[in-house]
């Protein structure tokens, strides 16, 4: 099942786009951190330069690219116009560029003003976004699984940054928290709640859409939100009351939900009507085959906790699933995204007079696939960094930037030629309506 998409509702092009093009630039800033830091950033997920690392990952990139991706979205496919959607980009990127940075700096440096500056800079920024977007979902019906759990993601990103939120003045501020289980409460919120519902929701409009898929079938679309969010909320009131046998069963029973989903999708991209197969079908197959490798390992752990006690299993978990999954994701999903819309908004430049160039003019799929080995070279040397630290720490994190780098470049690319197209046709209709007169 798919939602209706309403093209005229677009917002305008520079809305979203400047959360795409700053997205790339945070994991540059995760691989040279790396670079410099080498074997020490492996040496336990509560190090202070790996901390900041996740975080640049997670909100300088995942964060900006998700909520730049809904300004445009929600419009499009809820029919949920935001009021002033310029205004509310503007606010929304320097927040969460200035709040990815201190929360980066004050875990690097140790320092409690910049946590708690990143944490109440950050939950007011999201808490905007959660305003507009309510107010322009509010009347909006859920006539498709799209729709509800496009509303349903937006829950999940209240609950993770408000937790988020307490655990950094928590840690700021000396707070008599139990940080190491709500941390991975935090991460289950912002990867399961959040990030994989509305993985999902779009999953059922951009694949089938773009990769040529049959339709995701109804009742798993339907129920896989509710059937996290619920996951999560028992989750949260075992950790409330230190059910610890019920926190594994909640954390096994949600990688048992996302491993369904992830199989699903491999299953419809295998009946796929496209011969060819482009860097954004290359992404996801990707960020599809890590995913479940991750929540298996989730799921082991959850089965036999001694299993995150071994040496590195926690560190390849978090890669698997951010680096291999998450990040794959999202950036297929760019690569759709940002010349789909540049196409169309070249349409409506040309007033059905001037056509536009194809979307391979604006991004070459050969440019893709290019940085697409590059990232899939610098996440195996993630992956085997986590055994071999002090060989391929410093080789990772310079290879990781290397291929962000390099996802900036094209899309920075596809910008520029899309205003090089737009002068064109903006002079050839000039042009022709001059000769029509």
């Known amino acids: 099942m798919q939602a209706l998409l309403s093209f005229e509702n677009t917002p305008p092009f520079a809305a979203p786009l400047r959360f795409f093009v700053t997205a790339p630039l945070f994991a540059v800033l995760a691989g040279l951190l790396l670079l410099l830091e080498g074997p020490a950033l492996f040496a336990s997920r509560w190090m202070p330069a790996t901390l900041a690392a996740t975080h640049l990952m997670t909100v300088g990139f995942m964060l900006q ?61 999201v808490l905007v976004f959660l305003v507009a977007t309510t107010l322009a979902l509010i009347g909006v019906p859920s006539t498709s699984p799209t729709i ?17 939120a307490v ?25 399961g709640g959040w990030a994989g519902v509305l993985l999902a929701a779009i999953a059922y409009v951009v694949v089938p859409m773009f990769q040529l898929t049959p339709g995701y079938p109804a009742k798993p679309s339907w129920w896989f939100p509710l ?44 009946q796929r009507r496209r011969a060819r197969a482009d860097a954004t079908y290359h992404y996801w197959q990707l960020g599809l085959t890590a995913s479940i490798f991750a929540l298996l390992m989730l799921l082991t752990a959850a089965l036999w906790p001694a299993a995150s006690d071994l040496t590195g299993w926690t560190l390849l978990f978090g890669i698997l699933l951010v680096g291999g999954g998450f990040l794959p994701f999202i950036v297929g999903m760019l690569y759709k995204i940002v010349p789909f819309l540049a196409w169309t908004h070249l349409q409506n430049q040309g007033q059905a007079k001037v056509p536009a160039p194809s979307m391979n003019k604006i991004l070459a799929d050969t440019a893709m696939q290019r940085q697409l080995i590059a990232y899939v ?28 780098g390099w996802l900036w470049l094209n899309l920075f690319g596809a910008i520029r030629r899309y205003r090089q197209f737009g002068r064109d046709i903006r002079g050839k209709l000039a042009a022709k309506l001059a000769g029509s007169k």
């Open 65 to 125: 690219v998700m909520l730049g991706a809904l300004i445009q979205i929600l419009p499009v496919v809820a029919g949920a116009n935001l009021k002033r959607p310029l205004l509310i980009a503007t606010i929304l990127h320097l927040g969460l560029s200035i709040g990815a940075l201190l929360l980066a700096g004050g875990f690097y440096l140790g320092q409690p003003l910049l946590l708690s500056a990143a944490a109440l800079l950050l939950a007011v920024t």
């Open 148 to 164: 509800r759990g496009l509303k349903l993601a937006l829950f999940g990103l209240f609950g993770v940054v408000a937790l988020g």
């Open 227 to 270: 059937a996290m969010l619920s996951l999560l909320l028992l989750w949260s009131a075992a950790v409330f009351f230190d059910l610890n046998a019920l926190i594994r069963l909640c954390q096994g029973l949600a990688a048992i939900v996302g491993i369904a989903f992830a199989g699903l999708t491999l299953r419809l991209q295998q």
């Open 377 to 404: 070279a610098a996440l195996v040397l993630l992956l085997a960094a986590v055994f071999f630290p002090d060989w391929l720490a410093r080789p990772a994190g310079l290879g990781f930037a290397l291929a962000s």
């Open 167 to 191: 655990m950094a003045f928590a840690l700021a501020h000396g707070w008599a928290l139990p940080l190491p289980v709500l941390t991975d409460l935090h991460a289950g919120w912002g990867l």
